[in-house]
């Protein structure tokens, strides 16, 4: 699976109990979604290694407590301590069609003037920001953060979003 395909979920906190329960610390965002997911990733030595959930209990403020599978105690679990946890783009979606902007991949930018920004290439999470990852002039990427006090249109048939960017975002690319 190439990276890409990878979007953050959080980051293990710390180990709760002795049974192999972790600590999750979650991106907002991404709050409602996880208890839809069976399998993630983590990131150990710069590898997206794909665990098995078996048990999962929200405990509030984005925070998670996880067990994988074949992982149930401590000493197992405290090499994860501090890794990212990851899920595939395409499980997120179709746990979650609707919540998530990831459908706007491939998707035109346009500004407010009708003037073309570049294609959106991939959707990063960020923490408390989603932010769109925009194929600009000479293979240059620029971040805009989808607020959605600054969209103005989605056309999903033409795949074009139109958004009235702050002054300056124009000139970036």
């Not at 098995?52 to 509030?60: A, N, P, T, V, W």
């Not at 990212?84 to 902007?101: H, K, Q, R, V, Y």
């Not at 920004?117 to 805009?144: C, F, H, T, W």
Request: glycine share 8%; net charge negative; charged share 25%.
């Amino acid at each position: 699976m190439e990276k890409d395909e990878l979007i953050l979920l959080g980051k293990i906190i710390k180990i709760h109990g002795h049974e192999g329960n972790v600590m999750i610390a979650l991106e907002t965002q991404f709050s409602e979604e996880i208890d839809e997911l069976e399998l993630v990733f983590i990131k150990v030595d710069g590898l997206a290694v794909p665990f098995f959930i078996s048990s999962l209990r929200d405990l509030g403020n984005n925070n998670i407590l996880v067990t994988f599978d074949g992982y149930e105690s401590k000493e197992k679990v405290a090499e994860f301590i501090g890794c990212e946890i990851m899920a595939s783009i395409t499980s997120l979606e179709e746990s979650s069609p609707d919540s998530l902007p990831l459908f706007l991949r491939g998707f035109s930018l346009i500004d407010s003037e009708g003037n073309r920004v570049g294609r959106v290439n991939k959707i990063a999470s960020y923490p408390m920001q989603i932010m769109l990852v925009i194929g600009g002039k000479d293979d240059r990427e620029i971040l805009i953060p989808l607020n959605t006090e600054w969209v103005t249109a989605i056309d999903k048939k033409k795949k074009i979003i139109q958004m009235a960017l702050p002054d300056g975002f124009n000139s970036i690319n």
